[in-house]
């Protein structure tokens, strides 16, 4: 069997083509999926992509799924996972009964679940208010976040705590090729700079403005939602069937969890607030 692998990021096999918008590790091939996918017709048994659907406007996402669509063989598999608007949805809910009874408890998971809710899609600069929570000394609801949230939330917690008791910074030692890539990039840095300057001048008050569009258009950001009905419907467009809700470690995909791309070596779930879909190209 084939496997392609979209918008993988640090996640991918060996045994999968993986494709990314940059090259994150050996093989990953780097591709602006905006364009399309650079394959031909019919060339995967399986197509997978986690977290980058929602990453595309509600506009653009159907000519995306066509395109798995297209470069899928018949009665090939897609499987697509993308944040659970339902799960979130539900859970703000229950949090803001909890929270409106006095529970603090409550307040803290109302706090950050309306931040997964929103901040991913309204930030200004990278993590936003999601990473400025998890890097914080006291998260009185660190359970909670790292049940919904998995092993990203985690590594940025354990990154805060890092920072917060390194008390002098390591000294790298030194030699001449450290000292002729410091002077490149010394040197960019400063061409860069020079251009920014430039620019400050040339657009004054809305240079800021120029700083957000750039920030908006760099992929971080969340564009659409999906809950299993609209995620559904949306498969059906794009000329899918058999369409169904599964697990992370459930699937049409034979031996689906030795890859680990939804889970762990140890069993965990990667990223446990996802909503997981699979659906088949028809046969004929």
């Not at 997964?116 to 909670?144: C, W």
Request: glycine share 6%.
């Amino acid at each position: 069997m084939k496997y392609l692998n979209l918008g993988c990021g640090n996640r991918f096999h060996t045994t999968w083509t993986n494709l990314n918008f940059t090259v994150t590790g050996e093989g990953v091939i780097a591709h602006n999926l905006t364009q399309g996918i650079p394959f031909p017709d019919a060339s995967f048994d399986v197509v997978y992509h986690s977290h980058l659907l929602e990453h595309f406007p509600k506009n653009s996402a159907e000519f995306f799924l066509k395109e798995c669509h297209r470069v899928l063989r018949p009665a090939g598999i897609l499987r697509v996972v993308a944040p659970d608007l339902e799960q979130i949805a539900r859970t703000y809910l229950f949090a803001l009964e909890q929270a409106n009874a006095g529970s603090l408890e409550g307040a803290a998971n109302y706090e950050w679940i309306l931040l997964e809710m929103y901040d991913q899609a309204v930030r200004h600069t990278s993590g936003g208010e999601m990473k400025a929570y998890l890097t914080r000394e006291d998260i009185p609801n660190e359970d909670f976040i790292l049940k919904r949230c998995g092993i990203e939330a985690k590594n940025l917690i354990e990154t805060g705590r890092h920072h917060r008791q390194q008390s002098q910074p390591i000294k790298v030692p030194e030699n001449r090729l450290k000292n002729s890539l410091r002077r490149i990039y010394r040197f960019l840095r400063y061409q860069a700079y020079r251009r920014e300057i430039l620019l400050k001048l040339l657009l004054g008050r809305e240079y800021s403005t120029l700083q957000i569009g750039r920030f908006r258009q760099s992929g971080e950001i969340h564009q659409w939602m999906y809950d299993r009905y609209s995620l559904s419907m949306l498969l059906q467009q794009c000329g899918l069937e058999q369409i169904v809700q599964r697990s992370a470690t459930e699937s049409y995909i034979p031996n689906w969890t030795s890859f680990n791309l939804d889970t762990e070596p140890d069993g965990a779930i990667y990223k446990p607030d996802s909503l997981y879909m699979e659906a088949l190209k028809p046969a004929a």
